[in-house]
């Protein structure tokens, strides 16, 4: 194994500008800025998995159209085993169950504010 740490990322609201139009399962917005340099620095030390509950080709073919399909192992809607996973809609559990539920009663996407 090229590396020792597995990374699984998200796509729409972390590589993408997911939430500024209707969603549309056929479409995938356009790529965020500073997204390509992300996953270029990211890729040096990690295996990327794109990780979407996206149709996979169409997903695929978004990284491809993008230039940043070279930075990925491959596009996954499995959970694989990972050292991380990065996405926009997520409450990171650090033991703490009290302050897990606090956090899920005040959760905000970052692109709705
Ligand atoms: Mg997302």
Not at 23 to 40: L, Q, R, V, W
């Amino acid at each position: 194994m090229k590396y020792e740490k597995r990374i699984l990322i998200d796509l729409d609201g972390v590589l993408n500008e997911y939430g500024k139009d209707k969603y549309n399962e056929y479409f995938i917005p356009k790529i965020k800025s500073g997204a390509k340099n992300f996953i270029k620095s990211l890729s040096e030390d990690a295996e990327l998995y794109l990780f979407t509950t996206r149709n996979l080709m169409l997903s695929t073919k978004w990284l491809i159209e993008n230039n940043i399909d070279k930075y990925f192992k491959d596009v996954t809607n499995i959970k694989i085993s990972s050292y991380l996973y990065i996405d926009d809609r997520t409450v990171c559990f650090k033991g703490d169950y009290e302050k897990t539920l606090k956090d899920i009663k005040n959760f905000k996407v970052y692109w709705k504010e």
